[in-house]
């Protein structure tokens, strides 16, 4: 199928209205989405649970973990433990151990 064609399809579907609807994207966009949603829910701890977990592909999950760490810290830091692989829990740990990153930046003097 061309790109053409994949783009004429996503236009007359329109875009996701959720995070099940991401699958349908290329990698990074799907990624992307998902990231989206997921800080849309990020206050809906049980929504963004159940969410997270009907991703098919652990690393997919593993990897919008460590990005709500990232881009979240203090909200999405209780997230961490839901990785599915030592590696993605630890980069997380990581990530939360870096205080600098959930203050908010000074003005340059």
Request: net charge neutral.
């Amino acid at each position: 199928m061309s790109l053409a064609v994949l783009a004429l399809a996503w236009a007359c579907q329109g875009p996701p209205r959720d995070m099940a609807g991401c699958a349908s994207l290329g990698p990074t966009e799907r990624e992307d989405c998902r990231l989206r949603f997921a800080l849309e829910l990020i206050d809906r701890p049980e929504e963004l649970r159940a969410a997270i977990a009907a991703i098919p592909e652990p690393e997919s999950r593993d990897l919008l973990l460590l990005r709500l760490a990232v881009a979240e810290p203090t909200r999405a830091g209780a997230f961490c433990a839901d990785a599915a692989s030592e590696a993605a829990r630890e980069k997380c740990r990581q990530v939360l151990g870096r205080p600098h990153l959930s203050t908010t930046p000074q003005a340059p003097r």
